[in-house]
């Protein structure tokens, strides 16, 4: 026997409880999940790769930052050539040295920065490249801050660091034997001759500021400019170690790369054509 479907009972209103209903979420704030207790470690290829670009930022700034600060040094000794023939005015003098201080103070503040943020990041890498590797690193983290701090020793210590970073990357990528002897490549050998000659002139330009003299200011002011162009050629060869680097220990998703197409292809073999038949017509 078919039973009778009963009829739906009409709509009262919302629910009503005598007390707060014990169900339902717990009264939190939405949080990261890396914030709540038991949540994953993170990854250090991303803390790398993070890591990473906010260097090359911060040299690309201070690159910038160098390249005016060696223009408003030429300027500074384009004056000086002008002053030798006649007075200058109150203004043009008050303008160089306000330029000269402020780009100054602010190459030296990102430069810092950059050199922080760059000592971290080789710290990271390190530890990941190694650990990649299965090797063990020469010396402990404390060490390579206190070579990097150190004058004197961060003439060395650095593009030692620089070398073994570079190294443990590559065998740990598999593009370097695990028996073979750690030879610096050539771009690791530039920055470590940009480093070592921009803190030389950095010195000695430091020293030369002590002299009297006019002729010892006006050589000063060349010694400026010409560190600061040093200066701009090691953040730029910082920029491409630090990116080559990032790559070999991170490489890119293939699904992030944009497309690429063929546009010419040299030196290949023609490939081979059938013959055409006697009754083809053209």
């Known amino acids: 026997m078919r039973q009778r479907a009963r009829p739906r009972p009409p709509y009262t209103g919302p629910p009503a409880y005598p007390a707060p209903p014990r169900w339902g979420f717990p009264p939190l704030t939405w949080r990261w999940p890396l914030s709540l207790p038991n949540a994953r470690r993170a990854d250090p290829a991303e803390r790398v790769a993070a890591l990473s670009g906010t260097a090359v930022s911060t040299l690309w700034i201070t690159a910038v930052l160098a390249v005016l600060a060696a223009g408003v040094e030429s300027w500074r000794y384009v004056l000086l050539l002008w002053s030798r023939s006649g007075a200058l005015g109150r203004t043009t003098l008050a303008v160089s040295d306000a330029l000269v201080a402020t780009v100054g103070i602010m190459?030296?503040?990102?430069?810092?920065?950059?050199?922080?943020?760059?000592?971290?990041?080789?710290?990271?890498?390190?530890?990941?490249?190694?650990?990649?590797?299965?090797?063990?690193?020469?010396?402990?983290?404390?060490?390579?801050?206190?070579?990097t701090l150190i004058p004197g020793v961060n003439l060395f210590v650095?593009?030692?660091?620089?070398?073994?970073?570079?190294?443990?990357?590559?065998?740990?990528?598999?593009?370097?034997?695990?028996?073979?002897?750690?030879?610096?490549?050539?771009?690791v050998r530039l920055w470590w001759f940009c480093w070592a000659g921009c803190l030389l002139v950095g010195w000695s330009t430091?020293?030369?500021?002590?002299?009297?003299?006019?002729?010892?200011?006006?050589d000063g002011v060349l010694l400026h400019a010409f560190s600061d162009v040093l200066l701009v050629v090691l953040a730029v060869v910082s920029v491409r170690v630090v990116k080559r680097c990032t790559r070999v220990l991170v490489p890119p998703d293939p699904n992030t790369l944009r497309s690429r197409r063929v546009l010419r292809v040299r030196g290949a073999p023609v490939p081979p054509r059938a013959a055409r038949p006697p009754h083809a017509v053209r």
Do not use: K
């Not at 620089?162 to 002897?181: F, K, N, P, V, Y």
């Not at 430091?206 to 006006?218: C, E, H, I, S, T």
């Open 206 to 218: 430091m020293l030369w500021g002590l002299r009297d003299g006019v002729q010892a200011l006006a």
């Open 158 to 187: 650095p593009g030692s660091v620089l070398a073994e970073l570079e190294d443990a990357a590559l065998r740990g990528s598999g593009e370097s034997a695990a028996g073979a002897r750690p030879v610096p490549s050539r771009l």
């Open 107 to 147: 190459t030296w503040l990102f430069g810092l920065l950059s050199a922080v943020v760059g000592v971290l990041w080789a710290l990271r890498a390190r530890s990941y490249a190694h650990e990649r590797a299965g090797l063990r690193p020469a010396r402990p983290d404390w060490q390579v801050v206190l070579g």
